[in-house]
């Protein structure tokens, strides 16, 4: 056992000792920074494919490309003046750094033409991803020998590099705003007739007219008092999404609720058959062929359910990253927020924990560009007015910050409890309401819940505006 831990240690320990030179390709940097002297077009091509840090392995090559950056701000397909490079290189002082304006020359004579600039610049882009991979795996270790956070700080900040180093091999080019108004206007004309490929993941039900569905990298909060119906509502929509025209992979994470109770649920809200009546033997054939049914299209969607209990917005966060690189997730539900256990100093307040795993979900929401739905709880006062509003929020203001949309679903839970003494199997009227949308109107909209089957559906909408 001993002497295989020192093996490890001393494999370890060559890690950080390896004599060999990074991966680079000075030929390769030479031609991408002379054929930005010789064609314009290249200039912008190289910009926009290698506007990261440390792209060139060359000190000299990289202040040289900063300094074109620099100059080319604000301008399209502009050439390089070797003049006007050498005068600013002269006046931020870095010209002798880079060898005067005699390497300048230099450069400029490398290259007899640009017509081969994209594939000098993929050569130069996949040696920088090498060497931050390099880079990145020598920090990792020696994070690991000599660790300050505990382990799911520092395998958060692994994946989060990961994840950086993946993009360094996504290019987009600048673009004006003169190019994008054309775009523009035709996108306007497809929301306005209401057509799918410009709206959100669609859930269903009539506010989408306000929010316009739900868009990547927003922060959608659905928050209610207990006994609501919140998570009815939120598998409701999340079943839309999955069983739609087409099914869209989603992840759903239930810190309350296990797994088969949540399968239970969408169930019974699809065949509209109560868990009364099957727990009672009240089940005809025919219901009971629809139960088959629905259990049959719900094979065929892609819902990744993970119920771990008080999950730790770190590891919700590295769940979420495998489900989006595994299965391609297009939108993530979580029930609900004050049951995520925050990764804050011990003596940190319940305000300040809240705000972080809002700020987080926000952020999860941007990186892995999908909508993240999260419910959230009101506060006792909710239920002291006619209607709750965003102030009703619990234990922090900084989910009001950080939500795109903020949806409250209110209704009176003493028209339940009547309607249970009665036996009654009439829906009961609830409501959405938008407090607060920020890319669009606020707003309320009418729906009609089934306690029995955990079913809402859309009623008559009043809808305002701002």
Request: proline content about 4%.
């Amino acid at each position: 056992m001993g002497e295989n831990y020192n093996n490890q240690n001393s494999q370890s320990t060559q890690l950080f000792s390896i004599d060999k030179p990074k991966p680079s390709n000075i030929e390769a940097e030479v031609a991408v920074l002379g054929s930005m002297f010789i064609k314009p077009e290249a200039v912008s091509t190289a910009l926009s494919a290698l506007r990261f840090d440390n792209a060139f392995y060359r000190p000299a090559h990289q202040i040289i490309f900063d300094a074109i950056m620099e100059l080319n701000m604000g301008k399209n397909d502009a050439a390089v003046d070797p003049i006007v490079l050498a005068d600013h290189l002269e006046r931020s002082g870095k010209l002798e750094a880079i060898g005067g304006r005699a390497y300048i020359m230099q450069l400029m004579d490398a290259v007899p033409t640009a017509a081969n600039i994209e594939h000098y610049i993929d050569i130069v882009r996949q040696n920088a991803i090498l060497r931050r991979v390099i880079s990145t795996c020598t920090d990792t270790i020696g994070r690991c020998y000599e660790c300050e956070d505990d382990v799911n700080t520092l395998l958060d900040g692994i994946e989060q590099s990961i994840f950086e180093i993946t993009g360094m091999s996504q290019t987009k080019d600048f673009m004006t705003i003169s190019s994008l108004t054309s775009d523009a206007i035709v996108y306007l004309d497809k929301l306005m007739r209401g057509e799918k490929e410009v709206l959100g993941l669609a859930t269903g039900f009539d506010f989408d007219r306000m929010i316009t569905g739900l868009k990547p990298g927003e922060l959608f909060v659905l928050a209610a008092r207990p006994s609501i119906g919140k998570t009815a509502l939120a598998l409701n929509i999340a079943s839309n999404i999955a069983l739609g025209n087409p099914p869209v992979p989603i992840g759903f994470f239930s810190l309350e609720m296990p797994a088969l109770q949540l399968v239970l649920r969408i169930i019974c809200s699809l065949t509209r058959i109560s868990m009364n009546d099957l727990r009672h033997g009240r089940v005809t054939p025919a219901q009971w062929a629809d139960i088959t049914n629905a259990v049959e299209h719900l094979k065929r969607a892609q819902v990744l359910i993970d119920d771990t209990g008080a999950i730790d917005i770190l590891e919700l966060r590295a769940k979420a990253r495998r489900m989006k690189n595994k299965y391609n997730i297009q939108a993530v539900f979580i029930d609900y927020l004050q049951l995520i256990k925050a990764h804050t100093k011990s003596n940190a307040s319940r305000e300040n924990e809240v705000a972080m795993i809002s700020g987080s979900l926000k952020a999860m929401a941007k990186e892995l560009n999908l909508p993240v739905v999260v419910l959230a709880q009101l506060n006792r006062q909710a239920e002291q007015g006619e209607k709750p509003k965003l102030s009703n929020l619990r234990e922090s203001g900084a989910i009001e910050q950080d939500a795109d949309v903020v949806a409250i679903l209110h209704r009176e839970r003493e028209k339940q409890y009547e309607q249970n003494a009665a036996q009654d199997d009439k829906p009961l009227p609830a409501e959405v309401i938008i407090a607060k949308n920020r890319n669009g109107g606020t707003g309320s909209q009418n729906l009609l819940f089934y306690p029995k089957y955990t079913l809402f559906v859309n009623a008559a909408s009043t809808e305002e505006q701002q």
